[in-house]
C-alpha cells in the first residue's frame, strides 16, 4: 500500500515535469509570453528607475523582484487559454493525474521562464556593474521560490471559468488589472522604510513586497522584515494560489467550461 | 453481462443548475465490455456534452457513471489509465514534431520507458505517417492531424476508447484507416464508443446505437433491429416514364402523393420515394395510377428504413423535404435548409 502510494506520487511528479519540459518548448517563443513576460519587467525598471539615484545593488534587487513577478504570472494567463482555445487542454485534463499535478506542472513553466529571464539583468550586473550579492544562496531560493509563488499566482487567472473560445487578451486583461496594482502598492519602488504607515499596510497585501524584501537580503543584506517570515509567507502564498487554481478548475467543470 | 459503462439518470445543466441550459435530461444507458456502441445525435442533442462527462472533463449535475466497475465521481484514476480519448478536433502540439506528441503523451500516460519509442514507431508506421515522425504538425494536413491524434489516444493501450466524430472532413484514406483501427481494436477486446451524427458511419461500425435528441436518449438498440422496428417508415421506390415521348413531369410528385396510404414523397434523382406504412397495399394502387396517367413503370422496388428513417423519425425531423440526393451503400437523403 506505501509502495502504491510512493509509486502514485513519483508518478505524478514524472507527469508534472513532462507537462512542464513540453510547454517550455511549446510556448517559449510566443508573442504574448515575450510582450508580457519579457519585455515589460524591464521596461518598468527603466520607466521608473531613470534619473532616479538608484545604486546598482539597489536595481539588480528591485529588478529581479520585477522579473519574477511579471514573467513568472504571465505564463499561466497566456499558455492555459491558448491550450483551451485548441483543445489540447483537454488532453491534459483527461489524463490520469490530479488537477494539483497538472497545475505543478504548468506552475514549473512560468517559474522556468521567470529564473532564465532573472539570470540576465543579475549577470549583466555581476560582470559589468560590479555588483556585489550579500547571500548568492538565499538570492537563488528566493528568485525560484517567489517564481513558483507568483507563476501559481498567473495560474488563478487562467485557471478562471471561462469559455474555451475565450481569448488570452480576455484573460490578460483582468490579470493586468490585478497585477498593476499590487505592483504600485508593493515595496518596489517605494521601500517599506519609506512608506506612510497606511502605505505599509496596503503594502503587506501584494504579494510582490515579500519577494522584493527577501531579494533586499539577499542582494544589499538588510531587509524591513525577517527573511524567515518572507520565506514563509511566499510558501504560503504558493500553496495557496496553487489550491485556488484547482478550486477554479474544479468550478469550471462543474458549470460546464 | 459485464458492462464497461454504467450510467444511470445522467443530468447535466450548463451554468447554475437553478437558471442554467439542461443539455442532458436523466439519461441512463449501458455499454457492454467489447462492443462499439454509437451515440448518434444532431448537433447539439448531447452527444459531446455526455463524453465530456463520461471523460471526466466536465463533473454532471446529477446522476451516476460507472466505468471498468469504478464510480467516476469517486475513483476516476484507474479509469484515466484505461481509457483513450479522440475528441472532435485534433488536439495536437503543432508546434512540436509527430514524434514529439507521441512521447509526451507516451509519458502522460505513465508508459513504460522502454516501450515508448517501440510504441511510438509502431503507430506511426500504422498510421501512414513514418516519413513525417520529425516534421512539425504545423505542416500536417487535416487528415494527418486526425491520424496522429488517433495514434496519441491509443499509445498507453487503452481498454476504453472514447471517439467524438472522428471521420467528418476526412479524404478517403484517413476515413478507412481510422475505420480499420476502430475494428482492430474491438476484434482485440477493446469497447469503443463512437460519438457521430453520420448515420452511416454509425450503421457501418457500431453493435448498438443510442439515439440522443434533446438531451434525453429515444432509443437504444442494433441498426438493423431500429430499422426493423420502424416499419412506419417503410418506402416504395418507383421509377417512371411517359409512354408517349414527353418531359418527366414535377407534377407527377403531386399525383403521387395524393395516392391512399402515401404519407410522404421525395423524388430522388429519376426516381421517386413513396413512405408509407404498407408497401404491399400500394404496390397495387401504383400500378394503376402509373397505367391511368399513361405512364411506364421503369423500376419498381419496397425499401426497409434507412438508419436515418429512423433517425428522423424518433428526433422528429420531418421527411420529404427533399430535392435531390445521391446514393451510396444505403438510401440517403438531404434535408433542405437542413445541416
Known amino acids: 500500500m506505501k509502495d502504491e502510494w510512493l509509486q502514485r506520487v513519483l508518478d505524478e511528479l514524472a507527469q508534472a515535469w513532462a507537462v512542464a519540459i513540453k510547454d517550455v518548448r511549446v510556448y517559449y517563443l510566443t508573442a504574448p509570453m515575450i510582450m508580457f513576460g519579457l519585455l515589460l519587467p524591464f521596461f518598468l525598471f527603466f520607466s521608473f528607475s531613470i ?44 489524463a490520469p493525474m490530479s488537477r494539483i499535478t497538472l497545475l505543478l506542472g504548468k506552475t514549473l513553466v512560468g517559474a522556468f521562464f521567470a529564473t532564465m529571464v532573472s539570470l540576465v539583468p543579475l549577470v549583466v550586473g555581476l560582470l559589468f ?37 475565450t481569448a488570452v487578451g480576455s484573460i490578460m486583461m483582468p490579470s493586468t488589472l490585478v497585477r498593476w496594482p499590487l505592483l ?21 497585501l501584494s504579494p510582490l513586497t515579500y519577494a522584493q524584501d527577501l531579494m533586499n537580503h539577499a542582494v544589499l543584506g538588510d531587509g524591513y522584515l525577517n527573511r524567515w517570515l518572507d520565506l514563509a509567507l511566499l510558501v504560503v502564498l504558493l500553496a495557496t494560489f496553487l489550491l485556488l487554481a484547482a478550486w477554479m478548475h474544479r468550478r469550471s467543470r462543474r458549470l460546464g467550461y | 453481462m459485464t458492462y464497461a459503462i454504467e450510467v444511470e439518470n445522467l443530468t447535466k445543466v450548463y451554468g447554475r443548475p437553478e437558471s442554467g441550459v439542461l443539455a442532458v435530461d436523466h439519461v441512463s444507458f449501458e455499454v457492454r465490455q467489447g462492443e462499439v456502441f454509437g451515440f448518434l ?21 446529477g446522476g451516476r457513471v460507472v466505468i471498468h466497475g469504478h464510480d467516476l465521481a469517486r475513483d476516476a484514476y484507474p479509469v484515466k489509465r484505461r481509457t483513450g480519448l479522440v475528441p472532435e478536433e485534433s488536439n495536437v502540439y503543432t ?34 505517417l513514418a516519413e513525417q515522425r520529425d516534421v512539425k504538425v504545423v505542416n500536417f494536413s487535416k487528415g494527418m492531424r486526425r491520424r496522429l491524434s488517433i495514434a496519441m489516444a491509443i499509445i498507453h493501450r487503452p481498454t476504453l476508447l472514447f471517439l467524438d466524430e472522428p ?18 481494436m474491438n476484434v482485440e477486446g477493446a469497447t469503443i464508443f463512437l460519438t457521430t451524427h453520420q448515420i452511416e458511419e454509425a450503421n457501418q461500425m457500431c453493435d448498438r446505437v443510442a439515439i440522443i435528441n434533446h438531451g434525453q436518449i429515444a432509443a437504444i438498440d442494433t441498426p438493423e433491429r431500429l430499422k426493423a422496428a420502424f416499419s412506419r417508415v417503410q418506402s416504395v421506390e418507383v421509377a ?68 436515418e428513417d429512423v433517425f428522423l423519425e424518433i428526433t422528429g425531423q420531418q421527411v420529404g423535404t427533399v430535392h435531390h440526393e445521391t446514393r451510396g451503400d444505403g438510401p440517403r437523403r438531404r434535408r433542405a435548409g437542413g445541416e
Not at chain 1, 519574477?68 to 491558448?82: D, E, K, L, N, Y
Not at chain 2, 413512405?275 to 425499401?303: C, F, I, N
Request: with cysteine; proline share 6%.
Open chain 2, 240 to 307: 417512371l416514364e411517359p409512354r408517349e415521348r414527353s418531359e418527366p413531369s414535377q407534377e407527377w410528385g403531386n399525383a403521387l402523393s395524393a395516392l391512399p396510404g402515401v404519407k410522404t414523397v421525395v423524388k430522388l434523382g429519376d426516381k421517386w420515394r413513396l413512405y408509407t406504412d404498407d408497401p404491399a397495399a400500394l404496390l397495387p394502387l401504383l400500378m394503376r395510377h402509373a397505367e391511368g396517367h399513361g405512364l411506364r413503370v421503369v423500376s419498381l422496388s419496397t425499401l426497409l428504413p434507412s438508419l
Open chain 2, 95 to 128: 508546434e512540436l514534431t509527430a514524434w514529439d506528441n507521441l512521447m509526451f503523451t507516451a509519458r502522460l500516460y505513465l508508459v513504460p520507458r522502454a516501450e515508448r519509442a517501440a510504441r511510438a514507431r509502431g503507430l506511426l508506421e500504422t498510421f501512414g
Open chain 2, 41 to 61: 445525435g444532431p448537433n447539439g442533442a448531447g452527444k459531446t456534452t455526455t463524453q465530456r462527462i463520461l471523460t471526466t472533463l466536465l463533473d454532471p449535475t
Open chain 2, 167 to 184: 471521420t467528418p472532413g476526412l479524404d478517403a484514406q484517413s476515413t478507412h484507416a481510422i475505420r480499420d483501427l476502430v475494428r482492430q
Open chain 1, 129 to 165: 556593474l560590479q555588483v556585489t550579492v550579500a547571500d548568492a544562496g538565499l538570492l537563488a531560493i528566493c528568485v525560484v521560490l517567489a517564481s513558483l509563488a507568483f507563476s501559481a499566482f498567473g495560474l488563478v487567472f487562467g485557471s478562471m471559468p471561462t469559455s474555451s473560445a
Open chain 1, 184 to 204: 504600485f502598492i508593493s515595496g518596489v519602488f517605494v521601500p517599506l522604510t519609506e512608506m506612510a504607515p497606511a502605505a505599509q499596510m496596503a503594502a503587506y
Open chain 1, 51 to 94: 534619473k532616479r539615484e538608484v545604486g546598482a545593488e539597489v536595481g539588480i534587487a528591485r529588478l529581479l523582484a520585477l522579473t519574477t513577478f511579471f514573467t513568472a504570472s504571465s505564463a499561466g494567463p497566456v499558455i492555459i487559454p491558448m491550450e483551451r482555445r485548441t483543445g489540447t487542454y483537454d488532453r491534459l485534463l483527461a
